[in-house]
C-alpha cells in the first residue's frame, strides 16, 4: 500500500534559522510523482513543487530546496534562512500513475506544523 | 481570476440533514476531486471525476456523492449529514488524470455537522 509519512508533527524554530522537513512515502510502482504543499493560516493549499520518480535531481527555489533520495524513500524539504511568513502546515503528498480508469490520487502525509518565530 | 472557488466558506449544519457543497473551476481542467482535511489525518480522497459525465470513489466514500454534469462544475453532496462528516472540504482540479498533473486546489469548506 502506498503511504507517506512526515514523523515531525511540530517543529518551532526562530527567525534565520535553516530548518528541514522530512518525508518518507513507500510505494510499490516504479513511475510516481512526489509534491509538496503549503497551507498558511489562512488555509488554503498552495502548490510548491512536483517531481516525478525518475528525476533524482535535488531542486532549489530561493530560500526553499529539496532533496530527494530514492534509494531512502525519502523526499525532504529544506527551508533556509527562515522567515515568520514560513508559519505554516506542510504536506507531503504522493501520487501514482494510474490507469485512466482510476483516476489520479495524491496521498497525503499527516503535515507538518512549522511554527516560526521572530 | 482563474481557478477554483467553493461555497459556502464554512455552514453549521444539523445532523440529518442534506448539504450539497459547490466547487466551480476556469481552468478548463479535465479531472475534479474532492478530499476532506482531519487533524491528525492530513487530506483524504472521497470522490473523483477525470471528466465531465465519469465520477469514480475515492478512499473514504460513504455518505457522498458526486456528479460532473459539466467540464467547470463539481458538487459534493452529504444526503444525511452524520457528525463525523464535520471537516473541511477541499476541492481540486489537475490538467489530465493518472497522477501525472499538479492538482491545483480550492480554499476550502469548512462544515459543521450538530
Known amino acids: ?118 | 481570476i482563474a481557478g477554483i472557488t467553493q461555497a459556502p466558506t464554512s455552514q453549521i449544519l444539523a445532523a440529518g440533514r442534506r448539504m450539497t457543497l459547490r466547487c466551480t473551476q476556469d481552468m478548463r481542467h479535465n479531472a475534479m476531486y474532492w478530499y476532506r482535511q482531519d487533524l491528525g489525518l492530513g487530506l483524504r480522497l472521497i470522490h473523483y471525476s477525470n471528466t465531465a459525465g465519469t465520477t469514480g470513489k475515492g478512499e473514504v466514500p460513504d455518505g457522498y456523492s458526486v456528479s460532473r454534469a459539466n467540464t467547470d462544475d463539481f458538487p459534493l453532496t452529504l444526503a444525511s449529514a452524520v457528525p463525523s462528516q464535520t471537516s473541511v472540504y477541499f476541492c481540486a482540479s489537475s490538467d489530465s488524470v493518472a497522477g501525472v498533473d499538479t492538482q491545483y486546489f480550492g480554499p476550502g469548506t469548512r462544515l459543521t455537522v450538530l
Open chain 1, 1 to 118: 500500500a502506498q503511504k507517506v509519512t512526515q514523523a515531525q508533527t511540530e517543529i518551532s524554530v526562530v527567525e534565520k534559522e535553516d530548518v528541514t522537513l522530512d518525508c518518507v512515502y513507500e510505494t510499490r510502482d516504479t513511475t510516481y510523482y512526489l509534491f509538496w504543499y503549503k497551507q498558511p493560516p489562512s488555509g488554503e493549499l498552495v502548490f510548491l513543487i512536483r517531481r516525478n520518480s525518475f528525476d533524482e535531481q535535488n531542486e532549489i527555489s530561493g530560500r526553499y530546496s529539496w532533496n530527494f533520495q530514492k534509494s531512502t524513500s525519502s523526499f525532504n524539504f529544506t527551508i533556509t534562512a527562515s522567515q515568520v511568513v514560513d508559519s505554516a502546515v506542510y504536506f507531503c503528498a504522493l501520487s501514482e500513475t494510474l490507469n485512466y480508469n482510476q483516476g489520479g490520487k495524491l496521498i497525503f502525509g499527516q503535515g507538518t506544523e512549522l511554527s516560526v518565530k521572530p
